[in-house]
């Protein structure tokens, strides 16, 4: 028996051993979640778009190590939360980006007056951006609300379609599943969260939801007989919209240097693999659960 034959024997006959999996991602996923919590007080790590600081944007100096420099302002002011990064344009460094959680005026003015101290200061030579914590916070709440308007419309559009309770719940812990599990990989990556990465999060919600329509509206209108060949035809089609995305996706990652869309792009690429598998694990194994109890009754 081959490699392949063997799989699909598994895929086919063991759907329910093979629930296993997904469930303990989620489980994982939940976990480390909580644990950040219990440790930062924040489900995540949050950028200076969303919680609120300012952005010191200097230029480059080829004398300056980024390492050392960030190691010396978090060493003059250990609460700060100093974040530094190198700018770059053509594949050139072109100045520092320094993230802080500094806003009060007073207190950027001696940031400044310590950098000036390291780095040449010169007027025109750098930039300064403040972000009011509030509206980091109320935009995020917004976006929280907007995730849960999300869920319950997309519940009822699904239970609407198909008039059945099951595959409706199946598609939001998908969806659940999918936000979740991404959420925690991206913890560990160590990134800090942005409002470009909240709106890939919330495209993450439509390409989740649209694969699930397209497996559940190919099973759940055939009768049992052919569930297996809707089911492939069903990956056929969702796995080339996906790896297409993939690919996309990917290349973004290699070759373009903004930030705000390298981070939309982790966090897509994340989504979709985690995507993979709940998509043609989690969601067929409930949907064929379900409807061989249907069958029987």
């Known amino acids: 028996m081959s ?3 063997r799989i699909k024997h598994v895929y086919e006959h063991q759907y329910k051993r093979l629930l296993i999996f997904p469930f303990l991602l989620l489980i994982l996923a939940i976990a480390q979640i909580a644990v950040q919590y219990s440790v930062t007080g924040d489900f995540v790590h949050k950028g200076v778009s969303l919680r609120g600081g300012s952005t010191i944007t200097i230029d480059y100096h080829e004398s300056v190590s980024p390492l050392v420099l960030e ?4 060493q003059e002011f250990p609460e700060a939360d100093i974040s530094l990064r190198t700018l770059t344009s053509t594949g050139r460094p072109i100045g520092y980006s320094i993230e802080s959680n500094i806003q009060d005026k007073e207190d950027i003015n001696n940031f400044l007056k310590v950098l000036g101290t390291k780095v040449s200061l010169k007027e025109g030579t750098h930039s300064i951006e403040v972000i009011d914590s509030s509206l980091g916070s109320s935009f995020f709440l917004e976006t929280g609300l907007a995730l849960l308007i999300a869920f319950l419309l997309m519940a009822m559009v699904v239970f609407i379609y198909f ?6 719940l199946s598609v939001i812990l998908v969806a659940f599943s999918d936000i979740v599990t991404t959420l ?3 913890n560990l990556t160590g990134s800090k969260l ?3 990465g909240v709106a890939a999060f919330l495209m993450l919600v439509g390409y989740s939801v649209d694969t699930e329509m ?5 099973v759940l209108k055939q009768p049992q007989s052919v569930f297996m060949k809707q089911i492939y035809g069903a990956i056929g089609t969702g796995m080339t919209m996906t790896l297409t995305v993939l690919v996309a996706v990917f290349v973004a990652l290699i070759f373009v240097n903004n930030d705000l869309v390298r981070q939309i792009m982790l966090i897509l690429f994340i989504g979709l693999l985690v995507d ?6 989690l969601n067929v194994g409930i949907l064929r659960w379900h409807l061989e109890k249907k069958e029987k009754k």
């Open 3 to 5: 490699l392949l034959t």
């Open 71 to 74: 190691a010396e302002l978090q």
């Open 163 to 168: 008039r059945m309770l099951v595959p409706s």
């Open 184 to 186: 925690a990989i991206f």
């Open 194 to 196: 942005s409002t470009g």
């Open 214 to 218: 397209l497996l559940n509206s190919k």
């Open 276 to 281: 993979m598998v709940n998509s043609w694990i």
